[in-house]
């Protein structure tokens, strides 16, 4: 199983609740952890079993650490601030898609029981952003699902409803999507994007499309190029449209365009430079760009 199946690998608000109370009373052994997030008196026949699933596999995935019996936040979790949720939600998006937590993705690690760690959500999310997010739908009946097997993608991302209402849960959270009440899940990693850009610039104020999106696609492995979107477009027999070297996806084009609109980039087109389009709705072609500013920052 993997983070998709929340039955038996917990849910973010049970992960989020594990975290305040070690940050509010350090590290716990896990019964006693168990005791303060969830005690008998709240929790479903008095057993908390989802939180201990929760623990189980955020274990797995480096989220929380054991020693000497006391359960803690891993340090590159544990220097978060209590209320930076921004930078929580990086943290853990970073965990999701590290290659050690990604075995069907990067080896022959298997895709069953626990081998998995987080390769479902991983793979769901790399075949969403190869999608064209105007006409993504909103629900997996005749929707999600339809749209799947017309592609010929193996293995099918969502194997059923359950999966898909995990992923739309972690989708937001991860920041490659958000939601609105009348248009439900809405593919677009802007923020997954954003808080890339610290380690695509490093100290360069600004950078040619070419090293930007390489850089972007090693951090970032779910977008153009990237080693999980190569990996899907490999699994997918009948892909929505042709790739094309010279254009970018309508979801990163979407995810630039927005962070444009932020003020955190400036996307230029110079006449004396390689060129990359910026690509819309249903593929159509909206602008060049040949450099990449980062804005905001000393």
């Not at 049970?14 to 019964?31: C, K, N, S």
């Not at 950078?207 to 080693?227: C, H, K, S």
């Not at 490999?234 to 990163?252: D, E, F, G, V």
């Not at 979407?254 to 910026?278: C, F, K, M, N």
């Amino acid at each position: 199983m993997s983070i998709l199946n929340r039955a038996s690998d917990g849910l973010l608000s049970v992960l989020l609740a594990l975290r305040r109370a070690l940050i509010a009373y350090g590290p716990q052994p896990e019964a006693r952890l168990l005791e303060l997030c969830a005690p008998p008196s709240v929790v479903s026949d008095g057993k908390p079993d989802m939180a201990r699933k929760t623990i189980t596999r955020w274990k797995q995935l480096g989220f929380f650490e054991e020693v000497d019996g006391q359960l803690r936040l891993h340090t590159d979790v544990a220097t978060i601030g209590v209320d930076d949720l921004d930078g929580l939600r990086a943290a853990i998006l970073r965990l999701v898609l590290a290659p050690a937590n990604n075995p069907v993705l990067t080896s022959d690690g298997g895709d069953d029981n626990e081998k998995s760690k987080a390769s479902d959500c991983t793979y769901a999310a790399a075949w969403a952003l190869t999608q064209d997010p105007y006409s993504f739908p909103a629900k997996y009946r005749g929707g999600v699902e339809a749209l799947q097997a017309s592609q010929g993608v193996e293995p099918r991302p969502f194997a059923n409803d359950t999966r898909w209402v995990g992923f739309a849960e972690w989708a937001v959270f991860l920041g490659i999507a958000w939601s609105a009440q009348k248009v439900g899940l809405v593919i677009d990693p802007a923020f997954a994007v954003r808080v890339s850009l610290p380690d695509v610039f490093m100290d360069a104020p600004e950078l040619p499309q070419e090293p930007f999106l390489a850089r972007l696609a090693d951090i970032l492995p779910i977008v153009d190029t990237g080693r999980y979107h190569v990996a899907v477009m490999s699994q997918t027999a009948r892909p929505w449209r042709p790739a094309r070297a010279n254009h970018i996806s309508p979801c990163l084009s979407a995810a630039l365009l927005t962070l444009e609109a932020r003020g955190d980039l400036r996307l230029e087109a110079r006449s004396d430079a390689p060129q990359r389009i910026l690509v819309g709705r249903g593929g159509s072609e909206v602008r060049p760009v040949s450099h990449v500013l980062r804005l905001g920052v000393p």
